[in-house]
Protein backbone atom coordinates (compact mmCIF):
# COMPACT_ATOMS: atom_id res chain seq x y z
CA UNK A 1 0.00 0.00 0.00
CA UNK A 2 1.08 3.16 -0.77
CA UNK A 3 1.29 6.02 1.45
CA UNK A 4 -0.01 9.74 1.37
CA UNK A 5 2.78 11.86 0.92
CA UNK A 6 2.68 16.32 0.72
CA UNK A 7 5.00 17.77 -0.93
CA UNK A 8 6.00 21.67 -1.64
CA UNK A 9 8.25 23.23 -4.66
CA UNK A 10 8.33 26.32 -6.52
CA UNK A 11 5.82 26.69 -8.72
CA UNK A 12 8.10 28.24 -11.50
CA UNK A 13 9.82 24.70 -13.17
CA UNK A 14 12.88 26.88 -14.68
CA UNK A 15 14.39 26.58 -11.15
CA UNK A 16 15.05 22.83 -10.58
CA UNK A 17 16.02 20.39 -7.70
CA UNK A 18 14.60 22.54 -4.36
CA UNK A 19 11.85 20.44 -3.40
CA UNK A 20 10.90 18.77 -0.71
CA UNK A 21 8.11 15.77 0.54
CA UNK A 22 7.05 14.60 4.23
CA UNK A 23 4.82 11.59 5.13
CA UNK A 24 0.92 12.37 5.52
CA UNK A 25 -1.13 15.23 5.03
CA UNK A 26 0.27 18.41 6.18
CA UNK A 27 -1.07 21.66 5.78
CA UNK A 28 0.17 24.31 3.29
CA UNK A 29 1.60 26.29 6.19
CA UNK A 30 3.98 23.24 7.59
CA UNK A 31 5.17 22.26 3.99
CA UNK A 32 6.40 26.04 3.27
CA UNK A 33 8.40 25.93 6.68
CA UNK A 34 9.73 22.77 6.41
CA UNK A 35 11.24 23.89 2.60
CA UNK A 36 12.15 27.21 4.09
CA UNK A 37 13.98 25.51 6.66
CA UNK A 38 15.54 22.84 3.72
CA UNK A 39 16.56 26.13 1.66
CA UNK A 40 18.46 27.46 4.67
CA UNK A 41 20.30 23.96 5.40
CA UNK A 42 21.41 24.10 1.25
CA UNK A 43 22.36 27.58 1.66
CA UNK A 44 24.63 27.35 4.60
CA UNK A 45 26.63 23.99 2.72
CA UNK A 46 26.83 25.71 -0.54
CA UNK A 47 27.92 28.55 1.73
CA UNK A 48 30.56 26.28 3.28
CA UNK A 49 31.59 25.05 -0.27
CA UNK A 50 31.78 28.18 -1.93
CA UNK A 51 34.11 30.09 1.04
CA UNK A 52 36.55 27.13 1.41
CA UNK A 53 40.59 26.94 0.13
CA UNK A 54 41.12 24.66 -2.53
CA UNK A 55 43.01 22.51 -0.03
CA UNK A 56 40.20 22.39 2.24
CA UNK A 57 38.25 19.96 -0.64
CA UNK A 58 39.14 16.46 -0.68
CA UNK A 59 38.99 15.19 -4.14
CA UNK A 60 38.71 11.24 -4.42
CA UNK A 61 38.46 8.48 -7.16
CA UNK A 62 36.95 5.16 -6.65
CA UNK A 63 35.36 1.89 -7.85
CA UNK A 64 31.62 1.35 -7.50
CA UNK A 65 28.40 3.51 -6.61
CA UNK A 66 27.10 2.25 -3.74
CA UNK A 67 30.22 0.65 -2.19
CA UNK A 68 33.46 2.78 -2.74
CA UNK A 69 36.37 0.87 -3.28
CA UNK A 70 39.78 1.40 -4.32
CA UNK A 71 39.78 4.48 -2.93
CA UNK A 72 42.12 7.22 -3.65
CA UNK A 73 42.89 10.61 -2.93
CA UNK A 74 43.24 13.13 -6.45
CA UNK A 75 46.29 15.34 -5.27
CA UNK A 76 47.01 16.58 -8.58
Not at 5 to 26: C, F, K, V
Amino acid sequence: MSERMTSARLRDQSIHGLSLADYGRLSRAEMIGKLRAYAEHERARAQAVLEAKDEDIVVETYVGVIVGRKLEEVTQ
